[in-house]
């Protein structure tokens, strides 16, 4: 599907000059239930693989389900009953865990959340790229999701992503449909500052 197709709003402007992309990417809900081939996903894999990690230790791990598989009853289940009204046309749900420690020495890798969230960056970047609508969520039950998902203690739960083909807004309810657009950001001013903390 053309990119133009779920392009971000116009009114959203950068204070400095970046690439287009970073601006035109968001999260929409609305998807049209369609599936999502295992390559446009592992396309989107691919992307995370490539992800910055301290000593490449890619501490990423992610697992899977497609729409209309046995795994999909199972990844639809974890979610909250707000993200499965919507959640419920995408094609695939993607959970995102973290390996904790270092596999050659057992010690702590304190990134492990850090670098995985540049994996899910790129993730997020290439399936806009590719026209495909991709959100990023926290809704759903994380406790159940390592009892059964049979994710070890070893790593850390992070979040999941809803992937799916982009759709008319007309297929959410008309709350979602009010909240179907790209949020601004507040003002760099607002994010960084030099030398010590000094937010107010």
Known sequence: ?????????????????????????????AMSGEAVSEAE???????????PSSGNFQPWRMLYAHRDTPQWPLFFGLLSDGNRLWA????????FISRTHFD?????CLTHSYDTGAAWQSFALQGYASGLAVHGIQGFDYARARSALNIPEEYHVEAMAVVGRPAATSVLTEALQAREHPS??????QTVCEGVFAFS
């Not at 599907?1 to 809900?29: C, H, Y």
């Not at 996903?41 to 992800?51: D, G, I, N, S, V």
């Not at 419920?88 to 959970?95: E, F, I």
């Open 88 to 95: 419920q046309r995408a094609g695939a749900l993607v959970l």
């Open 104 to 108: 050659k020495d057992a010690r702590p």
């Open 41 to 51: 996903l592992m396309t989107l894999f691919e992307a995370a693989r490539w992800a």
């Open 184 to 189: 601004d950001r507040r003002p760099v001013s």
């Open 1 to 29: 599907m053309e990119r133009k197709m779920i392009k971000g709003s116009t009114a959203r402007k950068p204070e400095w000059q970046i690439n287009e992309l970073f601006v035109d990417r968001w999260s929409p809900r």
